[in-house]
Nanobody, 125 residues
């Protein structure tokens, strides 16, 4: 079993920054791929970023490239999402997720086995 707990959400003005953190407990964290997704009201949960467990290769949705950065600390069992130059359209509940199966597209929510409870990010215009 894996438990994921997000933190760091909040209210920020356009152009501001936030850093989300996801703390993992349970099985060997360093062996999971980790992802961040977001869900705005009335919309489906959407991929934001992911990082592999071994080489630390990163993936981003086009709309956040150059603004967001995903990183992980396997010693601390955490994965962070640094979000800069935030825009109102980034407003959503952000979820971290763990992929333990070493398969599936990291861009797809269906590939993830465990999810956190989510943290709200609101960007005011």
């Amino acid at each position: 079993q894996v438990q994921l707990v997000e933190s760091g959400g909040g209210l920020v003005q356009t152009g501001g920054s936030l850093r989300l953190s996801c703390a993992a407990s349970g099985r060997a964290f360093r062996r999971y791929a980790m992802g961040w997704f977001r869900q705005a009201p009335g919309e489906e949960r959407a991929f934001v970023a992911a990082i592999t467990w071994s080489a630390g290769i990163t993936y981003y949705v086009d709309s956040v490239k150059g603004r967001f950065s995903i990183s992980r600390d396997n010693a601390k069992n955490t994965v962070d999402l640094q979000m800069n130059s935030l825009k109102p359209e980034d407003t959503a509940v952000y979820y971290c997720a763990a992929n333990l199966r070493y398969s599936g597209s990291l861009y797809s929510a269906a590939a993830y086995d465990y999810w956190g409870q989510g943290t709200q990010v609101t960007v005011s215009s």
